[in-house]
């Protein structure tokens, strides 16, 4: 299997790194210059192009070719078809997989329309965090989560904050059903000064009352920080999946079992990486894994799908300042509306 990537930026470079490890021959496109030096010194085995239209002069075979799309968001949903109309049936798509629900939805329903194998890069997920958080809780019986809490700084509540709500959906076993929101842009994204950063806050609603709010401000250059809530424990989250687990005193909860007694979480119950987790890198690894296999998808597009629309309500519901259903109807005027998300 050979690979071709699209976008040679901040995190195309880690996908460079691993589709190098992975597949036999390797291309990377990107349409700034200097990107394309830069990938044509870090990988000087690659053909490097400057364009779409230059790699498909090429001679590579699409039937044995998978495709990494790590370009700017507004990108994707146009790459993804124009690829598939060149015979690329095997892509792994960087979030979100879209910046309109609309978008997303047409990209699913071609790729099963055609035979597409196709993945959104939900780093949570394929880093197999839920399993981990799942074991742990099993373990030490601390029930099921009842909440999702996300704070820090400029991380942006698209940009990051979407796998943080997948990583919701994940851990509660469902997707939310509605959202309230003072989701907010600033044209300080890094990745283009077309593109949005989302600051501010969004709560989305699951099944059984469980919520997951995400709150960042563009104010601050404070690393995110995630907290799952137990009825009597807490597991932190950092940006790099480290944990550290807490709970309270169990002999003053059984003294004490009433819900309104609360307490400090002051037993400590592990601090690292917690066993199953895997690198980006590792994570990256099983999505390509995954695809060229044609199965077992771990995050497939209707799970981007999810995850956008989610996003975008958040948005709607931060413009309309009221509460927005979930999930986005893909034919309406509002599903059908582009962001300039990332």
């Known amino acids: ?35 394309c030096e830069r990938a044509a010194v870090v990988h000087p085995t690659a053909a490097v192009f ?11 075979d699409p ?31 960087e979030k979100p997989m ?7 939805h047409e990209m699913v329903a071609r790729a099963d329309r055609e035979g597409v194998s196709m993945a959104v890069h939900h780093f949570m997920r394929y880093g197999g965090l839920i399993q981990a958080l799942e074991c742990f809780a099993a373990e030490n019986e601390l029930g099921g989560p009842v909440s999702l809490v996300v704070e820090g700084g400029a991380a942006g509540i698209v940009t990051n904050g979407i796998h943080w709500v997948d990583l919701a959906a994940g851990l509660f076993g469902s997707q ?21 950063l989302y600051g501010g806050s969004a709560a989305w609603t699951f099944d059984e009352g469980r919520e997951a709010v995400v709150t960042f401000n563009n104010n601050s250059s404070i690393s995110m920080m995630g907290r799952v809530f137990y009825r009597d424990a807490i597991i932190e989250i950092d940006d790099e999946l480290n944990v550290t687990a807490r709970r309270r005193d169990m002999k003053a909860v059984g003294q004490f079992p009433s819900i309104t007694r609360t307490g400090p979480v ?19 690894k099983t999505a ?18 999810t995850a956008v629309s989610s996003c975008v309500g958040a948005l709607l519901a931060s413009r309309r300042k009221e509460t927005v259903s979930l999930p986005i109807d893909p034919d309406t005027m509002e599903g059908r509306e582009s962001w300039p998300m990332s």
């Not at 021959?25 to 349409?31: F, K, N, R």
């Not at 400057?50 to 590579?60: A, N």
């Open 63 to 93: 039937a044995s070719t998978l495709a990494v799309i790590a370009t700017w968001g507004p990108s994707h949903a146009q790459l993804f078809h124009s690829l598939v109309d060149g015979g690329i049936r095997r892509i792994l798509c």
């Open 288 to 305: 390509l894994s995954e695809i060229q296999r044609g199965e077992g998808i771990t995050v497939p597009g209707s799970a981007g799908v």
């Open 98 to 104: 879209a910046v309109s629900v609309h978008a997303a």
């Open 176 to 196: 939310p059903h509605h959202v309230v929101s003072t989701a907010y842009g600033d044209g300080i994204n890094p990745r283009s000064p077309d593109v949005q």
């Open 1 to 35: 299997m050979n690979g071709v990537l699209f976008g040679y930026g901040s995190i195309g470079r880690r996908h460079a790194a691993v589709l190098a490890e992975t597949v036999e021959e390797l291309a990377i496109v990107d349409t700034t210059a200097a990107a």
């Open 50 to 60: 400057d364009s779409l239209e230059s790699f498909r002069r090429s001679s590579w």
């Open 266 to 284: 002051i037993v400590d119950l592990f601090r690292g990486q917690l066993p199953g987790v895997s690198s980006l890198a590792d994570g990256m």
